[in-house]
């Protein structure tokens, strides 16, 4: 049973260097030369199992934070802000999608060894766990204020995969009286199996979870949507310091400015024939 929030993930960039044609590439507003640390903690997990070969990959999701300019003194927040969250696995960041599942992948992964100085996956667990699936436990838990994970595992047999999903209970409602409960909760990491090359996924969905039973799942996927023109004046507007500020204002790329980060918001759902469980460890202090 992981201990998400005693879980995290560390990594120190490498030394910057100026963009040819961004004044503020990726936010940093340091000099060339330095090099940052970040630590940010997990709150979902997955595993995909090739069931043939009994190989399996980890992935985990980060948690997130609004675009910054790193490390500023002032004027902290990018605006028009969007949100940065990483997904990765023991070797590869992940790409998290903001398009339908129907639309088809457009980048790979990116080994963390080229694309970090160093890294550090730190992954804890809690001392003990009891397995729940039987409804009358999972109210008890609740009642306990025990502290509790979802699992979720569903099958591909097209590919002869098992994915199972480790996440959090941060929110669970219950009928004491007749036993019933429904978590609803998130966010969880989804792969994407058209991408996968039997060994690495290439590409993951963000989605929120919802289950009141042990053999059904459902899942709500993230996405990005295009702002109505109307509401673009003040969406789209920079606040002090501009992200896509250039070095030379009189010799812009082609294509400037790109688009600006776009809304995103929960839309497309998928129904699981699934196992799920609650685990559960006592919230001793």
């Given at each position: 049973m992981i201990a998400f929030h005693r879980s995290s993930f560390h990594w120190r960039s490498w030394p910057w260097k100026p963009d040819p044609v961004y004044k503020y590439t990726g936010g940093f507003v340091g000099v060339p030369g330095q090099a940052y640390q970040v630590r940010f903690h997990l709150e979902a997990a997955c595993i995909v199992e090739d069931l043939e070969t009994g190989r399996k990959t980890e992935m985990y999701l980060g948690a997130p934070c609004r675009t910054e300019y790193t490390i500023a003194r002032r004027n902290l927040f990018q605006v028009p802000s969007d949100e940065w969250r990483m997904a990765f696995s023991r070797s590869m960041s992940i790409p998290i999608s903001r398009r339908p599942s129907t639309e088809p992948a457009g980048f790979k992964g990116t080994p963390l060894e080229k694309q970090f100085q160093a890294h550090e996956i730190d992954i804890r667990q809690y001392g003990s766990e009891e397995i729940l699936s039987d409804t009358r436990d999972v109210v008890d838990a609740t009642l306990n204020r025990d502290l509790m994970n979802g699992r979720i595992a569903y099958g591909e047999r097209a590919r002869n995969l098992k994915v199972t999903l480790e996440f959090p209970v941060d929110l669970i409602n219950i009928n004491e009286e007749d036993a019933e409960f429904q978590v609803c909760t998130g966010p969880v990491v989804l792969p994407d199996l058209e991408t996968w090359d039997g060994g690495e996924v290439h590409r993951v969905f963000?989605?929120?979870?919802?289950i009141s039973g042990f053999?059904?799942?459902?899942?709500i996927l993230r996405r990005e949507i295009e702002a109505a023109e109307r509401e673009?004046?003040?969406?789209?507007a920079p606040r002090g310091r501009d992200r896509l500020e250039l070095n030379d204002p009189e010799n812009p790329p082609p294509d400037y400015p790109p688009r600006r980060p776009r809304p995103l918001v929960y839309n497309e759902t998928w129904e699981k024939e699934s196992e799920n469980v609650i685990l559960r460890t006592k919230n001793e202090n």
């Open positions: 963000l989605a929120d979870a919802a053999d059904h799942a459902e899942f673009k004046h003040w969406y789209e």
